[in-house]
T-cell receptor
Framework: GAGVSQSPSNKVTEKGKDVELRCDPI?????LYWYRQSLGQGLEFLIY????????KSGLPSDRFSAERTGGSVSTLTIQRTQQEDSAVYLC?????????????FGDGTRLSIL | GESVGLHLPTLSVQEGDNSIINCAYS??????FIWYKQESGKGPQFIID?????DKRQGQRVTVLLNKTVKHLSLQIAATQPGDSAVYFC????????????FGQGTRLTINP
């Protein structure tokens, strides 16, 4: 079946521009997560959506970062006034939420380069 | 989170040998653990998970061991193959609050022919 889909796969933009990254989760997965992976490092949690609950934004590094999830499915991560330190791979994951813990399944990410 | 850098710990093994990748997790309150495999240019791929009420779980060619006393997790890969070459991450999750994952720094596994 289809996995998590992210677009674009690569994005190069100039410092100061805004960017929008998209994530299509696995169909039926109610939980959606955004992570950031800097070169050669582990993943850093950014934000988590679950159903109609208020999102957990505790990982967003600054107020330039925001995310929304429309209709409980597709999510967009927006970075305003991009800085060079925003260069990273942005990964989206989704999971089922049930009575037990469910693994998160990741897309292949958007590689963002800020010039 | 752990301090990380550009130089990941590396494990080199001969093709056909067994591999053991270790991970020390940070929070004694974590109750769910996952191992992921990440190949170059790809997102992390789920391998196996384990809950804190277990100390061992087996999958196809992989076994995860959990030692809560010393907060240690290991991934054993049997009869490693060239396709097992990748970076392996462990991740932990707390029982309370959001189900976000906290990732370790990763270990690069290289298979020698």
């Amino acid at each position: 079946g289809a996995g998590v889909s992210q677009s674009p796969s690569n994005k190069v933009t100039e410092k100061g521009k805004d960017v929008e990254l998209r994530c299509d989760p696995i169909s039926g997965h109610t939980a959606l997560y955004w992570y950031r992976q800097s070169l050669g490092q582990g993943l850093e949690f950014l934000i988590y959506f679950q159903g109609n609950s208020a999102p957990d934004k505790s990982g967003l590094p600054s107020d330039r970062f925001s995310a929304e999830r429309t209709g409980g499915s597709v999510s967009t991560l927006t970075i305003q006034r991009t800085q060079q330190e925003d260069s990273a791979v942005y990964l989206c994951a989704s999971s089922l939420v049930g009575t037990g813990r469910q693994p998160q399944h990741f897309g292949d990410g958007t590689r963002l380069s800020i010039l | 989170g752990e301090s990380v850098g550009l130089h990941l710990p590396t494990l080199s093994v001969q093709e056909g040998d067994n591999s053991i990748i270790n991970c020390a997790y940070s929070n004694s309150a974590s109750d769910y653990f996952i191992w992921y495999k990440q190949e170059s240019g790809k997102g992390p791929q789920f391998i196996i998970d384990i809950r804190s009420n277990m100390d061992k779980r087996q999958g196809q060619r992989v076994t995860v061991l959990l030692n809560k006393t010393v907060k240690h997790l290991s991934l054993q890969i049997a009869a490693t193959q060239p396709g097992d070459s990748a970076v392996y991450f462990c991740a932990e999750s707390l029982s309370q609050g959001a189900q976000k994952l906290v990732f370790g720094q990763g270990t690069r596994l290289t298979i020698n022919p």
